[in-house]
């Protein structure tokens, strides 16, 4: 239950407005942070029902980017208020299946089931790479049969799967003069899809030396379902992880996509009213942190490859907004030889990826995902960094033939 005085924190300054995607899209009161709180407090105080349509859309279309959070002078914790109201509109739909259902719900309730079972996640990859590979699947999506199936959403969605997955198991990597021990979190679907950002994040810690484990007990850190309104998902995934951290004796939670970073430094948050839990939630969230901030905070060996490329960095709202990192990511870049970093134009309003809003709100997705591949093509880079794996899929197909890369799949390139 949220504290209903935090929507009171909101003096409708508005100077949150023109960081959200949405509203500077659709110019909609409604559409902005702004509107937005005024519905969920009007919700919270009995004046607006929760089943009201304009109240649901607003819910959906929101991206949950947090750049309004991050701009907030009075301090207002959007990104709790949001979660909280898409919780009860969740609780709500249960109680209720006679409801109308949400947008995209059936696939994303799909996609969620899969990835919080590893065994279901890595069956569903091997097919779709067969599917992809095969001819099969673009076969149909072209003639209409995913469409048919209510699968588009999550089609469209849909990362190229790569042929080795990078699985967790319970060996321990070890660095050449140990000072430490990192717990690599390896996500859900980026175990299957990103597995060369993996591999470049393990090179890296290793040379910074840190002994990296990938505790199979890890799981999903439980964003999808947050996102989703579907806390209790998301608490028993960020249990599983805990417990995985704290039989590691690892030393730091080192996280390389920035939407999972910001879930598991979120963590005691979500089990803040779990008596069992909290204290060993808190502790964990205190030991995350995005691999670039450990990289950035250790004594990495020069680079010595270069890299003759102009280079824009696209900063991931959930790692600037959620967890205002900025510089980190841009000075391990600087340090590759070479490099030439460009400016990039809105380098912090969403892409439109955040996780799966693209099944439930494919339109704004794609408005979103064009105005980012026109300041990318306007800034004259060669290559984009970004440090989050949505964001790369959701960029990838939109600005080819220029290629979207992972700050530690650059940096790990320049070491020999
Ligand atoms: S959320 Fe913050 S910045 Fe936005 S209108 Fe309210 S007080 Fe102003
Ligand atoms: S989270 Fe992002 S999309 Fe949602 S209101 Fe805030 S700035 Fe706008």
């Given at each position: 239950?949220i504290?209903a005085s935090?929507?009171?924190r909101c003096v409708?300054?508005?100077?949150c ?8 899209e659709t110019?909609t009161?409604?559409?902005g942070?702004?509107?937005r ?11 607006l ?6 109240y ?5 279309e929101c991206?949950?980017?947090r750049?309004c959070?991050?701009a907030?002078?009075?301090g ?5 208020l949001?979660?909280?109201a898409r ?5 709500r739909?249960?109680?209720n299946p ?5 947008r995209g719900?059936?696939?994303l309730?799909?996609?969620?089931n899969a990835?919080?079972?590893?065994s279901?996640?890595h069956?569903?990859?091997r ?13 149909a ?5 995913l469409?048919?199936l209510?699968l ?11 042929a080795h997955?990078e699985i ?6 070890r660095?050449?003069?140990?000072r ?17 950002i ?10 910074a030396?840190l002994?990296v484990?990938?505790p199979?007990?890890q799981?999903c850190c ?15 995934l ?7 951290f704290?039989?590691?004796g690892?030393?730091?939670?080192a ?10 430094k ?5 089990l ?10 808190k502790a ?5 942190r ?13 680079p010595?490859i270069p ?6 960095y696209q900063e ?7 967890q205002r990192?900025?510089n980190?990511?841009k ?5 590759i030889?070479?490099i030439e970093?460009?400016p ?6 969403c ?9 439930g ?6 408005r979103?995902?064009?105005r980012?591949?026109d300041?990318i093509?306007?800034?004259g ?10 964001c790369?899929l959701?960029l ?13 799949e650059l940096?790990?390139?320049a070491?020999a």
């Amino acid at each position: 239950m949220i504290d209903a005085s935090l929507y009171d924190r909101c003096v409708r300054c508005g100077l949150c407005l023109t960081s959200c995607p949405t509203y500077t899209e659709t110019m909609t009161e409604t559409s902005g942070p702004r509107g937005r709180i005024s519905l969920m407090k009007a919700v919270a105080e009995g004046e607006l029902s929760e089943d009201a349509p304009g109240y649901v859309a607003q819910m959906s279309e929101c991206l949950g980017c947090r750049a309004c959070e991050a701009a907030c002078p009075s301090g207002v914790p959007y990104g709790e208020l949001i979660e909280a109201a898409r919780a009860s509109l969740h609780e709500r739909a249960v109680a209720n299946p006679a409801r109308p259902p949400k947008r995209g719900g059936r696939e994303l309730s799909l996609l969620l089931n899969a990835v919080e079972r590893p065994s279901w996640l890595h069956a569903g990859a091997r097919l779709l790479r067969f599917a992809q590979r095969s001819g099969a699947f673009a076969i149909a999506r072209r003639i209409g049969l995913l469409r048919a199936l209510g699968l588009e959403g999550a089609a469209r969605m849909a990362p190229p799967i790569d042929a080795h997955f990078e699985i967790p198991d319970d060996a321990v990597l070890r660095a050449s003069a140990s000072r430490g021990r990192a717990f690599l979190h390896l996500g859900c679907i980026a175990q299957c899809s990103s597995t060369g950002i993996h591999r470049a994040a393990i090179k890296l810690l290793l040379l910074a030396g840190l002994d990296v484990v990938r505790p199979s007990e890890q799981r999903c850190c439980g964003a999808l379902a947050a996102h989703a309104g579907e806390l209790e998902r998301a608490r028993a995934l960020a249990r599983a992880n805990i417990t995985a951290f704290e039989r590691s004796g690892a030393d730091v939670v080192a996280i390389d996509a920035a939407g999972c970073g910001a879930q598991c430094k979120g963590y005691g948050h979500l089990l803040a009213d779990d008596p069992a839990w909290a204290a060993r939630a808190k502790a964990f969230s205190e030991r995350v942190r995005d691999i670039s901030e450990i990289l950035a905070a250790c004594e990495l060996p020069a680079p010595s490859i270069p890299l003759a490329a102009r280079v824009a960095y696209q900063e991931p709202c959930h790692l600037v907004h959620a967890q205002r990192i900025t510089n980190a990511p841009k000075r391990l870049l600087a340090t590759i030889p070479g490099i030439e970093l460009v400016p990039l134009e809105e380098a912090t309003l969403c892409c439109g990826g955040a996780g799966v809003y693209a099944i439930g709100e494919p339109e704004m997705s794609a408005r979103l995902r064009e105005r980012k591949a026109d300041a990318i093509r306007r800034s004259g880079a060669s290559v984009i960094a970004s440090a989050n794996i949505g964001c790369m899929l959701q960029l990838r197909d939109a600005i080819a033939p220029l290629q979207v890369r992972h700050v530690v799949e650059l940096l790990a390139d320049a070491y020999a």
